[in-house]
């Protein structure tokens, strides 16, 4: 019967913190390090062990997560003098959950790989409000058959974990495509409640109903179903689907364009959305149509 796995964490802030606390379940155990006695102590207290150094710690775990500030942080905590590679044994995995440029990912997992360490890049996505409640939603980049070994231990802490793809760097590549969606929607949400300040309507009460009807229809995340951005076959079953989308979108676009220009509200994304909701959706205008 093998030995069951240990765990280890190095940051405990506002999302380490809770993930930490959450693995602190684990039936292997989980040693946990950090610069902040506070942050320590309150993950001893769910049952973790602390370590004295990253090298203390990666010596007798087998699975590390890591969630610092940055690039430069992560490079510390794998590389730097007494880091997690000083002592890590072959076949150790260590998971990147901070938010990093791609490159820097891949570069620290060659140097893991040449001491037969395996770096998985496994950016999250839900917040401190996730961490807290443990339905955070984590990206993994790598090979599958790490990832694999993650599902079980990351159940405590994440209610979703997705193979973004087998190479390292493919986790990071779909956390930031989500986080363009993210602030690209918190940038339009500006723009609409100028929209509705203008028009004398309570901007809370907006909110209110985003939310509600977002939690019904699912938002933005509800049409990306495709398999790819290419333009839609006229027989293709999301082809009606979609010209629905549109026709729904071009109309309600231009009647807020029309009470923008009625109340003298800039609506730069709202433009914007006009023109590229028929090409991105990939049901354009034939020749001839207009939006």
């Not at 190095?10 to 039936?27: D, Q, R, T």
């Not at 495509?177 to 409640?193: D, G, K, P, Q, V």
Request: proline share 5%; charged share 20%; hydrophobic share 45%.
């Amino acid at each position: 019967m093998s030995a069951p796995i240990r765990l280890g964490y190095v940051g405990l802030g506002n999302i380490g913190g809770p993930m930490a606390g959450s693995l602190a379940a684990w039936p292997g155990g989980l040693t946990v390090f950090d610069l902040s006695d506070e942050a320590i102590g309150k993950v001893v207290d769910k049952g973790a062990k602390a370590a004295g150094s990253l090298a203390e710690l990666a010596a007798g775990t087998d699975i590390v997560g890591i969630c610092v500030l940055n690039d430069e942080q992560v490079r510390s905590v794998v590389t730097g003098p007494d880091g997690l590679l000083s002592t890590a044994r072959p076949g150790t995995i260590i998971t990147v959950h901070s938010t990093i440029g791609p490159d820097t990912a891949v570069d620290l997992a060659e140097q893991c790989a040449a001491r037969d360490v395996v770096l998985l890049d496994a950016p999250i996505s839900g917040g401190a409000m996730g961490a807290a409640s443990g339905r955070l939603a984590i990206m993994v980049g790598g090979p599958r058959d790490a990832y694999e070994k993650l599902k079980e231990p990351f159940r405590l802490t994440a209610d979703l974990l997705v193979h973004a793809g087998p190479e390292v760097g493919a986790g990071t590549k779909m956390k930031l495509a989500r986080n363009l969606l993210h602030f690209i929607s918190f940038t339009a949400t500006t723009e609409a409640a100028r929209l509705a300040e203008a028009a004398g309507l309570d901007i809370t009460k907006l909110g209110k109903v985003v939310r509600h009807t977002d939690a019904v229809t699912g938002g933005a995340g509800a049409i990306m179903l495709r398999e790819t951005t290419a333009t839609l076959d006229t027989d293709d079953p999301w082809y009606g689907i979609f010209t629905g989308v549109r026709t729904l979108g071009e109309k309600d676009l231009s009647l807020a364009l029309a009470l923008g220009d009625e109340l003298g509200v800039d609506l730069p994304l709202g433009q914007i959305a006009l023109r590229e909701l028929a090409p991105g959706l990939g049901v354009p205008h034939l020749e001839g149509e207009t939006a």
